[in-house]
């Protein structure tokens, strides 16, 4: 199944369900934006004065022009980096929205709340959260290298060197989004650890480092309506503004269509991103209840048998040995007796 498919049958699965999608969207952002400025507020209030005091009075005028302002950003990106530990799972139960909702199970913001109310997987969500960012900053040194030496050049290869920094800040975008498959692998057997989690979803992607970069390259230009929006709201409002009306509701309504535009974009990338990690796992949901068993790597996660009709009817398949690709491979019961030839590479 080619990845265009994949992402027309995550799109419509996402557009049947919008109400619910908004809906959780909202709630998950808004309470995180709501802990961040909180965070941010009691860092800045509870620290700021004592820090600035103190670097004064260490530092004379560098402490004041300096040191004392880097130390408050510091305090402020720690508090909002820790924040995220207990809302971790508020994540993880988006992202098991994104799931059920292309698996047809039964989504809504509910969701989201469920490890707060059962306290059941509530440290594997924390554990999953900081595994992922684990790894997301260990890669992110690479760049962040780059750049130091990218210093030590001549004038003339800055470009060079800036070129090369957003290759690799791309290649480790498209990395780091094979992890999130995690979230659905501990799902299926909550045995399975965060780490193990993580490294098996990586370990499904392995070698398809070009086909993720497309992928997430993919839904760029849906981001990029925003562009447009948000302009033509700011330029509305000017024009409102000369005939005596509120300056800011076309811009604050341009806001409001662009984050509504992100919510569906996001849930969109991640229904699509879970759709591929079950085609792989050996199960491509049609939204119908069905499944089409395929060959899919072989990979070391206790209790991954793929969910749907072959999953339900107990059917065990082995992975380990991908079927040869010239092999037409059948679709179980059915009473057409349908075939299905075997999967494009995504």
Not at 97 to 105: A, E, H, Y
Not at 299 to 324: E, L, N, R
Request: proline residues 7%.
């Amino acid at each position: 199944m080619h990845r265009k498919e994949l992402k027309r049958l995550a799109k419509s699965k996402v557009a049947a369900r919008l109400g619910a999608v908004m809906g959780t969207w909202f709630a998950w952002l808004g309470i995180e934006l709501a802990a961040i400025l909180i965070a941010a507020a009691v860092s800045l209030f509870a620290f700021a004065g004592p820090t600035m005091l103190w670097a004064a009075r260490s530092f004379s005028v560098l402490g004041i022009m300096i040191i004392g302002p880097a130390l408050i950003m510091m305090e402020w990106v720690l508090a909002v980096l820790l924040i995220q530990i207990p809302l971790a799972p508020l994540l993880a139960g988006f992202m098991r929205f994104c799931s059920n909702l292309q698996r047809g199970k039964p989504a809504s913001a509910a969701v989201l709340f469920e490890d707060f109310r059962t306290g059941r997987r509530f440290g594997s969500a924390v554990k999953m959260g900081l595994c992922i960012w684990l790894r997301s900053f260990l890669w992110g040194l690479i760049p962040s290298a780059v750049s130091l030496l990218a210093n030590l050049l001549p004038d003339s290869l800055e470009p060079l060197a800036v070129l090369l920094q957003l290759a690799l800040m791309a290649l480790i975008m498209a990395k780091v989004s094979s992890y999130v498959g995690g979230y659905v692998l501990i799902q299926d057997d909550e045995t399975m650890g965060a780490w193990r989690a993580v490294s098996a979803s990586a370990e499904l992607f392995r070698g398809r480092c070009a086909q993720l970069l497309i992928f997430c390259l993919s839904f760029l230009p849906w981001v990029l309506l925003a562009v447009p929006v948000l302009l033509a709201g700011v330029l509305v409002g000017l024009l409102l503004s000369l005939i005596g009306l509120p300056v800011f509701l076309m811009p604050l309504l341009a806001w409001g269509v662009t984050l509504v535009l992100f919510g569906f974009v996001y849930t969109y990338q991640m229904v699509s991103m879970f759709e591929w990690l079950d085609f792989l796992r050996g199960g491509v949901s049609l939204g119908n209840g069905q499944t089409f068993p395929v060959p899919g790597p072989a990979v070391d996660c206790p209790g991954d048998t793929p969910y749907g009709a072959a999953g339900a009817a107990g059917v065990q398949q082995d992975f380990s040995s991908p079927v040869p690709l010239e092999h037409v491979i059948e679709v179980p019961p059915s009473p057409a007796a349908q075939t299905l030839q075997p999967p494009e590479d995504i």
